[in-house]
């Protein structure tokens, strides 16, 4: 009886798995749609809190730093505009966990206890890499939890211009 | 004291142990490397969380076998007149103990995920160069956990009914079920993969359950075994006539006017007495060793049988046929 249904459970995992390839766009998913939402609305919802180097706070509340242009043409690499909303780390990451939020930035460690909430990128800053001044902890990204296909995203821009990524974080410690 | 006598096992028998012996050391490595496996893939998934668990826990039976087996090779002893070989069903007992607990924390724990409505956030991992979605990794992850549990669950299985060890039965079909964890776990991911957050927590949900009822049906196995109970065969496929063989022999007898056999089973052997009420007492103790020597050859499966002679049955027999299973 069991033996046998081996071979069904296996086609239905392959099935499944083609169905899986064949709907690579869209696989994995959002489960609140996140991608959809910022190509079809062309805006992304970022949460900034100021941490030098990182993310400075300029007169007119214009945010500026390494993290900032990196969200800027990453915006920009998805035909969207990017909607700043300053605050204190802790409310954003709030925010992003209720999927108020698309992104948070600011200097989030690698090991923040957030990691069990929210989702964290791959690091964009490698303190490892040769050139790095101060002694640093990994550093991330945010997103909502769950959005798996968003992070795909966001995880695919950081991997691809990763070697950009490490010489401005170099020139922004010097 | 009058110690017993040592348990002989016939050669074919003998070789079978060994082979036991050796698929057990087998299945710790072959278990470790799916562990070890597992744990790179492993991520935030619940029901992959579970499913590691769960293959740690594979390994608990094969290491209560392998420590039983050094124990109960010692001959019976002064101390222990009638022998080690219990310590088999001990050592079941707690693996079983274990299973299900550890059965009750997962489930509840993927409860409270999916009480907590956890979104499982997978990402990407560098693969040759590419960012690749980690779903993948842990589907191939899991496919491979499935692989070793199964061929050695049915390596197992067929030496289990020829060594009538219960124990050994009970792991090998723990590990043969082991495929549908994995299935589980696999569509646990592509549930997740689909949007289906909670696809996750609900195959979590599912191989804890699998866990529990694992550990719940190994309990009732050992549990029976330790409370003496009567011979019965370790499945449906296992030849077993020891009790009718022994009955044939006693009632065939010239000088046996009426007789009754008691039996229990101490982990894969039966031990006993036989209860006679001679036609006459002339040579009454040579004739009861002959019976139980005699009787005690019948079967390799028959390991100690007493043979005593009793004035009347006291009317007891018709009590006896109305036995339950």
């Known amino acids: 009886m069991r033996p046998r249904a081996i071979p069904a459970l296996i086609a239905l995992c392959a099935s499944h798995a083609a169905l899986g390839f064949t709907a690579c766009e869209r696989f ?109 902890a990994p ?33 922004a410690l010097r | 004291m009058r110690i017993r006598e040592p348990r002989r096992l016939p050669h074919a028998q003998d070789l079978q142990v060994r082979r036991a012996v050796r698929l057990q050391w087998v299945s710790l490595g072959a278990f470790a490397s799916v562990i070890g496996v597992m744990a790179m893939a492993m991520g935030s998934s619940q029901a992959m969380k579970t499913a590691w668990v769960e293959d740690a826990l594979s390994l608990v039976p094969p290491i209560a076998f392998l420590s039983a087996v050094r124990v109960r090779r010692k001959p019976p002893s002064e101390r222990y007149p009638y022998g080690h070989h219990r310590v088999m069903s001990i050592a079941f007992l707690v693996a079983a103990v274990t299973l299900c607990a550890f059965g009750v924390l997962l489930i509840g724990d993927a409860i409270a995920a999916l009480i907590r409505r956890e979104h499982p956030t997978v990402g990407t991992v560098t693969l040759f160069g590419r960012q690749v979605w980690q779903g993948w990794v842990m589907i191939a992850a899991l496919a491979y956990s499935t692989v070793p549990p199964v061929v050695l669950g049915t390596m197992k299985l067929p030496l289990a009914r ?45 191989i804890s359950w699998s866990v529990l009822n694992d550990g719940l049906r190994a309990l009732k196995t050992v549990i029976e075994d330790l409370m003496d109970r009567a011979p019965v065969p370790v499945d449906g496929r296992e030849r077993f006539d020891v009790v ?67 004035p009347s049955l006291d009317g007891r027999k018709a009590e006896r046929s109305e036995g339950d299973e």
């Open chain 1, 28 to 136: 994995p998913a959002d489960p609140q749609e996140t991608t959809e939402r910022v190509a079809r609305e062309r805006v992304l919802r970022v949460g900034v809190t100021e941490h030098r180097p990182w993310v400075q706070r300029g007169p007119d509340a214009e945010p500026s730093g390494v993290e900032v242009e990196i969200v800027r043409q990453l915006a920009a690499s998805r035909g969207a505009r990017v909607d700043w909303s300053w605050g204190q780390q802790e409310r954003l990451l709030r925010k992003l966990e209720e999927f108020e939020l698309d992104l948070v930035i600011g200097g989030i460690d690698e090991r923040t206890p957030w990691q069990e909430r929210v989702a964290l990128t791959r690091p964009w800053y490698d303190p490892d890499a040769p050139g790095a001044g101060l002694p640093q």
């Open chain 1, 139 to 171: 550093l991330v990204f945010a997103l909502p939890p769950g959005e798996n296909r968003w992070l795909g995203v966001v995880e695919r821009y950081l991997a691809a211009h990763e070697a950009a990524l490490a010489r401005r974080a170099a020139e």
């Open chain 2, 162 to 206: 020829e060594l009538h060890a219960k124990v050994l039965h009970a792991d090998a079909m723990m590990n043969k079920a082991d495929w549908m964890t994995g299935g589980a776990g696999m569509l646990g991911v592509v549930g997740i993969g689909f949007g289906l957050w909670w696809a996750d927590s609900a195959a979590a949900l599912a």
């Open chain 2, 244 to 310: 009718e063989k022994i009955e044939r022999y006693v009632g065939r007898l010239s000088w046996v006017a009426e007789h009754e056999v008691r039996l229990r089973e101490e982990g894969d052997v039966c031990v006993g007495e036989i209860f006679i009420v001679p036609r006459a007492t002339d040579d009454l103790p040579q004739r009861l060793e002959e019976v139980a020597r005699t009787a005690r050859g019948l079967d390799w499966r028959i390991y100690d049988l007493v043979a005593t002679a009793l």
